[in-house]
């Protein structure tokens, strides 16, 4: 088990660029959660997905933010146009429970670490 | 106010010391309390969780609920270097799940 894949680990861009950010969750998870984490923030929730479908993404910041999920081992989070406060670490996790979390746990990627100049 | 509150230390300790780490909460809907530990560079990974008030003991970690109190905690006994991560709360309840912001710990040789 690969465990969930995240890339590119590391990514700088100037302001107005477009980002997309990659994951491909635990094979047979049929959740996915996108987090951002900043050290005032800490993580917060963006969107998650079950089975694919986007179930809920309050937690998007703004328009710019948009993310998919195309199929059950790949999805994406893009930022477009991208802004200095969007730099932070994008986390992605997936968990082979239907609702938000209950008792099975979220298995975490590695992390994104953006940054926007 | 934030659904749950966490201390963020920095907290630094002796090796073979121990260790107290706590989030309190708002919600009484909160059913789930878990820990994850996230060291460097890396992303959050389950130690431990529990569903109901009282302790849950694994190895040299215990957690400890108090749902009166809205207060969950975290001992590490006997602390060694490899316990040095940033350590998250994490609670749930009615399909929602919020997270600590972490508190940071060091674990000194």
């Known amino acids: 088990d690969a465990g969930v894949i995240q890339s590119p680990r590391h990514e700088v861009t100037e302001m107005g660029q477009e980002v997309t950010l990659r994951c491909k969750p635990i094979?047979?998870?049929?959740?996915l959660f996108w987090y951002r984490q900043t050290m005032m923030r800490g993580l917060e929730l963006l969107i998650y997905?079950?089975?694919?479908?986007?179930?809920?993404d309050s937690g998007m910041p703004e328009d710019r933010f948009s993310a998919k999920m195309p199929n059950a081992s790949f999805s994406t989070l893009k930022i477009q146009p991208s802004e200095p406060r969007d730099s932070a670490v994008y986390f992605c996790?997936?968990?082979?429970?239907?609702?938000?979390?209950?008792?099975?746990?979220?298995?975490f990627g590695n992390g994104t670490r953006l940054t926007v100049t | 106010q934030k659904e749950v509150e966490q201390d963020p230390g920095p907290l630094s300790v002796p090796e073979g010391a121990i260790v107290s780490l706590n989030c309190t909460y708002s919600?009484?809907?909160?059913?789930?309390f878990m820990w994850y530990r996230q060291y460097s560079r890396k992303g959050p990974e389950l130690l431990m969780y529990?569903?109901?008030?009282g302790n849950k003991e694994d190895g040299r970690f215990t957690a400890q609920v108090d749902k009166s109190s809205k207060y969950i905690s975290l001992f590490i006994r006997d602390s060694q270097p490899s316990d040095s991560a940033t350590y998250l709360c994490?609670?749930?309840?009615?399909?929602?799940?919020?997270f600590g912001t972490g508190t940071r710990l060091t674990v000194i040789p």
């Open positions: 919600n009484s809907a909160f059913q789930y």
């Open positions: 996790a997936s968990s082979p429970s239907r609702d938000v979390v209950q008792e099975a746990p979220l298995h």
């Open positions: 529990t569903y109901s008030s």
């Open positions: 094979s047979g998870h049929n959740s």
């Open positions: 994490a609670l749930t309840g009615a399909n929602n799940l919020f």
């Open positions: 997905f079950n089975n694919n479908v986007p179930i809920d």
